[in-house]
């Protein structure tokens, strides 16, 4: 929660797209002094945030990805949040000028490929790492003991509002016109999230007769490959 007693509040996100996690931090900032800016490389993304968020007290600044390796930030924030693992992390740590840094965490970390010695150096300087699930923030804590204490955990946030208001919309696409099985999924095209095993069963079903199609919402580095 925010301090409603402070002049002014300035607070850093880099990396946040999650539009339902950008709102609850500015309803939070409502009746206060406190300003947030969202920093993202993507303009596509940011016109996003834009059509959801409507707030005096949410900037959205655009950052060149030459910027990440070269320039600092000149202004000076309360707090600094990086809301991915990688270059978020170590631009918010080596770049910011924060009073409080955080960094996130959306994987159990023994299963994200990473080089731990190098890592270290950055979650050593975080005031805070914020994991998803207890489950996260053990595997952190199994791969560095004396950092535990600055784990803690923040479920993912999911805006009903949002969910309800996009439920009633019907995209222009076939797969909402098929009358037969449909079936949805949703999520990143990364590897933790078991798409093969999907893949699998949907042969299996294919085999057996079963007409269906099946619409995947999501993006990522195993598109390709999937």
């Given at each position: 929660?925010i ?7 300035k ?44 707030s ?24 600094a ?25 959306h994987n ?38 004396d ?27 076939d797969?909402?016109q ?17 798409y ?18 099946w ?12």
């Amino acid at each position: 929660s925010i301090r409603r007693d402070r002049k002014q509040i300035k607070v850093l996100v880099l990396g946040a797209r999650d539009i339902a996690y950008i709102r609850k931090i500015a309803e939070e900032l409502v009746g206060t002094n406190a300003k947030l800016t969202v920093l993202d490389t993507s303009v596509i993304y940011l016109d996003q945030l834009k059509d959801f968020i409507d707030s005096e007290h949410v900037e959205l600044k655009k950052i060149d990805e030459k910027d990440f390796c070269n320039n600092k930030q000149t202004e000076r924030y309360d707090l600094a949040i990086s809301y991915m693992n990688g270059p978020t992390n170590y631009y918010v740590i080596d770049k910011v000028t924060a009073k409080k840094k955080i960094l996130w965490i959306h994987n159990e970390f023994e299963k994200l490929d990473v080089n731990y010695d190098y890592e270290r150096n950055y979650y050593e300087k975080a005031d805070r790492v914020v994991t998803i699930s207890q489950d996260c923030v053990d595997s952190f804590a199994r791969v560095y003991p004396d950092l535990r204490k600055k784990a803690l955990v923040l479920e993912n946030i999911s805006s009903p509002e949002t969910i309800r208001n996009a439920a009633k919309l019907v995209p222009e696409d076939d797969f909402f016109q098929y009358e037969g099985l449909k079936i949805v999924s949703i999520g990143r095209l990364a590897p933790q999230k078991g798409y093969e095993i999907a893949i699998d069963a949907a042969a299996k079903i294919k085999k057996q007769g079963i007409e269906f199609v099946w619409y995947i919402l999501g993006e990522g580095e195993l598109r390709a490959e999937l």
